[in-house]
Nanobody, 119 residues
Framework: QVQLVESGGGLVQAGGSLRLSCAAS????????MGWFRQAPGKEREFVTA????????YYADSVKGRFTISRDNAKNTVYLQMNSLKLEDTAVYYC????????????WGQGTQVTVSS
């Protein structure tokens, strides 16, 4: 079992930056692909970004490409989401997720952290 705990959310003005962190428990973190999803009020949860187990590849939704960066530190069992040039439409609850080892099936989810972008 993997426990995920997000932190770093908050209130920021449009154009500002935030860095989210997701700390994972367990000894298999380094073998898992990791991702971030988000859910805005009244909308379905959507994919934001993902990173392979070794950090060799990363993927982004078109809406965040060039503004958000995912990274990971396997020694610290932590994945990060650096969010720059934030827009009002980035307001959402952000969820960290981990895939089953060797797959892209996201099976473990954090409780989410609120990001609110104000004008």
């Amino acid at each position: 079992q993997v426990q995920l705990v997000e932190s770093g959310g908050g209130l920021v003005q449009a154009g500002g930056s935030l860095r989210l962190s997701c700390a994972a428990s367990g000894r298999t973190f380094s073998s898992k692909a990791m991702g971030w999803f988000r859910q805005a009020p009244g909308k379905e949860r959507e994919f934001v970004t993902a990173i392979t187990w070794n950090g060799g590849s990363s993927y982004y939704a078109d809406s965040v490409k060039g503004r958000f960066t995912i990274s990971r530190d396997n020694a610290k069992n932590t994945v990060y989401l650096q969010m720059n040039s934030l827009k009002l439409e980035d307001t959402a609850v952000y969820y960290c997720t981990a895939a089953r080892s060797g797959t892209s099936e996201y099976a473990y989810w954090g409780q989410g952290t609120q990001v609110t972008v104000s004008s």
